[in-house]
């Protein structure tokens, strides 16, 4: 798409504050770039590793609600009040959207001078089916839109998944969008508002911070015709091939302080050869590798846009993923049920994942499923909803040329809600303590700033995870973790980040600590059972089985 903005001011001085551009996407596995090992093309998030910062020990919150809710406020998620998704269990850890005594990067930063602007998806506040959206109540208490929570400007889905040639619901700021051209495709399209934005804030002479928030790679597989076809042919080799192929190839990047054993292929991903409808299998990895693809030419496009107004060098930019590689199989009676089966022309979408249906246009819904999911962790085991490194672990690129000049790769473990202390930090702003009457919490995470500096530094706090009962604690090289209702298992990370060794009854002292400081964490972060909430959710949900959710 062409950019008809012009003419472009020069380059700012370094000495004004920053610029922050954070870019989010969404269920993108550790191994799906190719600075991290992967056959997909992004040639511009790995332009922007290799003359930055790439952090390859950056941790999500395994799902999408969570990280996003811990992204934007500086807080762990059930403090920000999203201890699970979208619907209201009833406390405030759970009550599915962002909590009044958080303050998200927007109304920090509004609060600072700064041009807050939003493009993509939202899906911190509350629950909604898209199938129900005349009953929606987007904008009450309890369904906060962006503008509500100190952006200046908004453009995308409040929900958690849309259709990306025919979204079901979307805003411009407070007004609904009902029409889309013909050639509409979500993930060209936020990257086109974005950048719009961009230029309203250069014209009002404001510093911005804008979050880019897209639904790429989020099933379902929809893909330009295009982008497809430069994967036609790639993965007819299995996932087996695929995942042994980027293993290799990160370990001759010496991505790691260690070149860990690659975790074996997952249990429930059956061998390539003992799979029927190859060529279909293969279609879908296909759609995927297109939708990464096609996400990574939109950052290309933002990108050469700061540069022609004059805003690249001095502008901060974050990537990273809310999650790791889903597993999720989109059967028609699932999860799709309750999405729209119709265009708004009448053409009907055929739901679900049928191997007589290829995948990617505008009348499918499907996802990859599990043995691919497996391929995008790589090498680390399990999938977003859980909290071993396969559903936790994203690369985070940070890139600023007028501060970051060493590139460098950085192995120091960090997490999501560090990244509001960093903005902070890079924009010599203060958080807030107050906002609307509420007095609101301390920030959780520690900034950033002096490892993407290149200086040694280490997290000073343990890091934690509750996702579903999923439970883990890291400090410093060491990792306790636990699926719901199985043992704790205790993992060196620095000798075996795949998780393959386990520790557990081999250091009792250490083992015990850890768990009394996860418990002594669960309890003041309003952490409850997930056999206490699991009855609650699927009241809420109208659903017995839950698993699989959007987000």
């Given at each position: ?14 000495t ?33 590793a ?5 952090l ?16 934007l ?6 403090n ?9 269990l ?11 005594d ?6 920090v930063?509004r609060?600072?001078g ?7 998806k ?6 909604f ?34 259709h ?63 982008d ?6 790639a ?23 260690t ?42 496009r933002?990108?050469a ?25 989109m ?23 049928r ?28 999938f977003k ?32 809600v ?8 890079a ?62 298992e205790?993992y ?17 002292p250490l ?8 418990a ?17 959710l699927q009241?809420?949900w109208?659903?017995e ?7």
């Open positions: 798409m062409t950019d008809p903005i012009q003419p472009h001011p020069p380059e700012r001085p370094n004004e504050r920053p610029n922050v551009v954070l870019i989010l996407v969404d269920d993108m596995g550790f191994a799906d770039l190719g600075i991290t090992g992967s056959e997909i093309r992004t040639p511009n998030i790995d332009a922007l290799r003359n930055g910062t790439l390859t020990a950056m941790y999500n919150c395994a799902r999408c609600c969570p990280t996003r809710a811990s992204l406020t500086g807080l762990y998620p059930h920000a009040g999203v201890g699970h998704m979208g619907a209201n009833g406390t405030p850890a759970y009550q599915g959207f962002l909590r009044n958080s303050a998200t990067i927007a109304e930063l609060a600072q700064y041009r807050t602007l939003m493009s993509g939202w899906h911190v506040a509350g629950d089916m898209a199938r129900e959206v005349d009953s929606w109540r987007v904008g009450d208490i309890d369904h906060p839109t962006p503008r509500q929570r100190g952006f200046d400007r908004f453009y995308g889905i409040v929900d958690g998944v849309t990306f040639f025919a979204p079901h619901f979307m805003l411009e700021d407070d007004s609904r969008v009902e029409v889309f051209p013909n050639d509409f495709y979500f993930t060209d399209a936020i990257t086109d508002k974005a950048i719009g934005m961009i230029d309203e804030s250069v014209g009002m002479n404001q510093p911005f911070f804008l979050y880019l928030a897209h639904a790429a790679p989020h099933w379902p597989l929809h893909a330009r015709e295009d497809i076809a430069r994967y036609d042919g993965y007819g080799q299995g996932w087996d091939a695929v995942r042994t192929a980027r293993h290799q190839e990160m370990n001759g990047l010496g991505l790691f302080q070149n860990w054993q690659i975790s074996p292929r997952d249990p429930s991903a059956p061998p390539w050869e003992a799979i029927e409808h190859k060529d279909w299998q293969a279609s879908k990895m296909a759609t995927y590798a297109a939708m990464v693809d096609r996400m990574d030419q939109s950052i290309g933002l990108v846009a700061l540069k022609q107004r004059g805003q690249y060098d001095n502008t901060l930019i974050l990537f990273l993923s809310d999650n790791g590689g889903c597993a999720e199989f059967a028609e009676d699932g999860w799709a049920k309750f999405f729209p089966d119709q265009l708004d022309d009448g053409r009907r979408i055929e739901m679900g994942n191997p007589d249906i290829r995948p990617g246009g505008p009348l499918t819904y499907q996802s990859y499923d599990l043995p691919w999911a497996n391929v995008s962790n790589a090498p680390f085991r399990l909803h859980w909290v071993h490194e396969g559903g936790i672990s994203t690369p985070l690129v940070a890139h600023w040329p007028a501060r970051l000049k060493a590139p460098q790769v950085a192995q120091a473990p960090a997490h999501v560090d990244i509001l202390p960093t903005i902070l930090e924009c010599g702003a203060k958080p807030l303590t107050e906002l609307g009457g509420h007095e609101i919490q301390p920030l959780q995470g520690e900034s950033l700033m002096p490892l993407l500096s290149g200086k040694d530094w280490q997290r000073e706090q343990p890091i934690f995870w509750e996702h579903e009962g999923n439970c883990a604690i890291r400090q410093g090289q060491f990792k306790l973790v636990r699926t719901h209702g199985s043992e704790w205790l060196d990370m620095e000798a075996d980040r795949t998780e393959l060794n386990n520790l557990a009854d081999r250091n009792a083992e015990a600590g850890l768990k009394n400081q996860y002594d964490w669960a309890t003041k972060t309003g952490v409850e059972a997930w056999d206490q909430i699991l009855p609650r009241k809420a109208n659903m089985n839950i698993h699989g959710g959007e987000g």
